[in-house]
């Protein structure tokens, strides 16, 4: 581990836990003691943090239609910094990060932080497993690794005000999709075993003498879907279609990118 003169947290949302994994693999280079904030339930998104010079945040999101997730917007922009440096990661299933990184660069950077790196990992799909299959991989977890030694040098060798991190995107950012109210179709094969309920990131599902679906609540995360232990949950409609898509247009191996603040 380095000798390290800040306090590691990693904060990240990750309803399939793709995202966790790179943020995971980013914190544990730099030290076995990283205080965790795993937003991804309703319940730990109450009271965001607050951040001061001594701390390092790694924040993760997933990419929803090439944006930060719209549930998580209030959270993170609650977030506290005082020349806080942080790190900033998206994590996409394999089509496009678009305006992601961007957005948490302004969203966190108008809050008190300084973003020092910034990456644009891959995770599995959470439509299918034919895109991004059982990303990340080695590989990515390798760059992370060094991604995370090469970010913490930057903080190490320069004053945090005099560095900026230029990174791709738009303004104004990619228009906000409207999710269509959908929830998931239940099986036969259902036992009531309370997994999907407890890692649903909205309160979608409850149980009462059956499996109830607020269609409303729902953010089509698949959480529900990758960790059914009875594969007893599915998503049809409109989300067939997106599906058939990405496995014509999406399948080909892409890399993760990454992006290194400098010198002013």
Do not use: W
Request: proline share 7%; charged share 20%; aromatic share 8%.
């Amino acid at each position: 581990m380095l000798a390290l003169n800040h306090q590691i947290n990693s904060l990240y949302f990750s309803p399939t836990g793709t995202t966790q994994s790179i943020v995971e693999a980013i914190a544990n280079q730099l030290t076995n003691r990283a205080k965790i904030y795993d937003i991804t339930l309703p319940e730990n998104r109450l009271n965001p943090p607050s951040f001061g010079k001594k701390d390092l945040l790694i924040l993760g999101s997933p990419v929803y239609a090439g944006r930060v997730p719209e549930l998580i917007h209030d959270y993170i922009s609650h977030l506290k910094g005082n020349q806080t440096p942080v790190i900033l990661i998206a994590v996409y299933g394999n089509r496009a990060y678009e305006d992601t990184l961007i957005e948490l660069y302004d969203m966190l950077y108008t809050n008190g932080f300084i973003p020092i790196s910034a990456g644009a990992f891959i995770g599995e799909h959470s439509y299918t497993n034919k895109v991004g299959t059982q990303r990340p991989d080695s590989t990515d977890l390798a760059i992370a690794k060094d991604f995370s030694l090469s970010s913490y040098k930057i903080i190490q060798e320069n004053p945090i005000e005099e560095i900026v991190l230029k990174l791709p995107g738009n303004h104004p950012y990619k228009e906000l999709l409207k999710r269509p109210s959908l929830g998931p179709t239940l099986k036969p094969s259902c036992i009531l075993c309370n997994t999907c309920v407890t890692h649903c990131p909205t309160g979608a599902l409850s149980i009462e003498d059956k499996l109830i679906i607020d269609d409303s609540k729902c953010i089509q995360c698949c959480s529900c879907v990758k960790k059914c232990p009875v594969n007893a949950l599915e998503f049809g409609g409109v989300t067939d279609i997106i599906r058939e898509n990405l496995i014509k247009n999406c399948k080909s191996y892409k890399n993760p990118e990454i992006f290194f603040a400098s010198p002013i």
